[in-house]
């Protein structure tokens, strides 16, 4: 998305060419659950892309998990790293399960009743090579810094380069080489109006961690007894 007409590029890949892999919706967060909007969609996206290479289906079916319950059940803006602890503990539910059962009650949620995706592990990618192999199978979590006023105002095919503090997660969806600078491209959660329909490009060595969630586990509902409360 980021790369298509972008004058001096090489080398590049996009994961938004790939059909059913990524929501065509680009999140408008205002409120700072950056990390709840690109967990979701990228733990949605690695269980599509895991259960098409076993059943050999293509294209893949990426399946919406909800954002609304990391949201809910995590403090705000949390660090990477406990939003990583919680989705391996219990999982995430469908975007449809949770919000219908949000709508009816949103204090007697328990997500043990709900089908939930639950990777096995969340492990933090470091070796380049390793990384571009990765993300032409499905996307990643990246943290950046969004302390510069530069990636707000970030224009269609400008490259952010900002290396301070990491606390802004994205999806990272790409990569390759424009002008001459190695970059990701990846998705943020600002809305269709922000740079480039929503997505943008990155320095790689101004994205300061990758996160990827694997072996996506399918953790069945628990059998509700007649007199359990909900």
């Not at 995430?92 to 592990?121: C, F, G, V, W």
């Not at 032409?136 to 810094?145: A, C, H, M, Q």
């Not at 400008?158 to 970059?183: E, F, M, P, W």
Request: hydrophobic fraction near 35%; include cysteine.
């Amino acid at each position: 998305m980021a790369f298509k007409g972008c004058p001096g590029v090489e080398d590049s890949f996009s994961l938004t060419n790939t059909k059913g892999l990524l929501q065509s919706d680009v999140v408008c967060d205002e409120f700072g659950f950056c990390h709840a909007y690109a967990s979701a969609e990228v733990v949605g996206a690695v269980y599509a892309y895991e259960q098409s290479l076993k059943t050999k289906t293509w294209p893949v079916t990426h399946i919406p998990l909800s954002a609304q319950q990391l949201i809910d059940a995590l403090p705000y803006n949390p660090e990477i790293g406990m939003v990583n602890d919680y989705i391996k503990n219990y999982g995430i539910t469908t975007k449809s399960d949770y919000d219908n059962a949000r709508a009816i009650n949103e204090e007697l949620i328990n997500i043990h009743q709900m089908i939930r995706y639950r990777p096995s592990t969340v492990t933090n990618i470091k070796n380049s090579v390793d990384l571009k192999r990765e993300l032409r199978r499905y996307p990643l979590v990246g943290v950046i810094d969004t302390a510069s006023e530069s990636l707000h105002h970030l224009k269609r095919h400008d490259i952010y380069a900002s290396n301070g503090i990491g606390d802004h997660a994205v999806i990272l969806t790409g990569y390759g080489t424009v002008r001459n600078q190695k970059c990701y491209e990846f998705k943020n959660s600002w809305g269709v109006e922000w740079a480039c329909d929503g997505y943008g490009l990155v320095e790689r060595d101004a994205v300061l961690s990758i996160w990827r969630p694997k072996e996506i586990q399918v953790v069945e509902p628990e059998l509700q007894l007649p007199n359990d409360p909900l």
